[in-house]
């Protein structure tokens, strides 16, 4: 379980790629501390599992799923991404429930100043914007954010000057994808809402019998 609040912002060093597959090979510093091999940190908000570590960095594999459904597939040496290290139990909890696991992948449609703040809008599917809601959270590249606006095609948020230092939101550009976690409460309201398919019974009333009992 992450929050959203990045500790770091690490470089890609190398992508080794697969058939179906890849290695992320990621330059660090700051979530190397009391990290372990299997400890989980999130690369750009993609939950991912340590697989060696070094003086400088570490490794980590990703599989065919997380490659379809997240921007991690277009990482290439030089690159830089937010990382963070799961959450600790005696924690702060400063953003809001992030899991690590991508909804999917948004375009950003326009960047814009406003003082001191910079407004990001992003465009995304229906399947994701479902559950995006004005003053709710969201999850940018790791980066717990508040919705400001939202409609059918896209959703605003605006970053302050500290956010844009401490992660990548300041080398974005527009046409740039960033992975995209919806908060995870409206998911579960919306299957906890939906009724299971054994609990719906097909009725044997019918018109003929309503009419022969003298319903009608």
Known sequence: MFTGI??????????TRG????????KC???????????SIAVNGVCLTVTTLHSDGYTADVMHETLDRSGLGRLKKGD????????????RFGGHIVSGHIDGVGTIADISEDDNAVWFTVNASAEILRYIVEKGS?????????VAYTDD????????PHTRKETNLAVKKVGDSVN???????????????????NIKTSNITADFLAENGFI
């Open 6 to 15: 990045i500790e770091e912002q690490g470089e890609i060093e190398s992508v």
């Open 19 to 26: 058939s179906n597959s890849a290695v992320l090979s990621v």
């Open 29 to 39: 510093s700051k979530v190397l501390e009391n990290t372990k091999i299997g400890d």
């Open 80 to 91: 830089r991404v937010n990382l963070e290290r799961a959450m600790a139990a005696d924690g």
């Open 138 to 146: 969201i999850a940018i590249d790791g980066i717990s954010l508040t």
């Open 153 to 160: 095609t896209c959703f605003k948020v605006s970053t302050i």
């Open 180 to 198: 995209l976690e919806c908060d995870i409460i409206g998911k579960y309201v919306e299957k906890l809402m939906m009724p299971k398919k054994e």
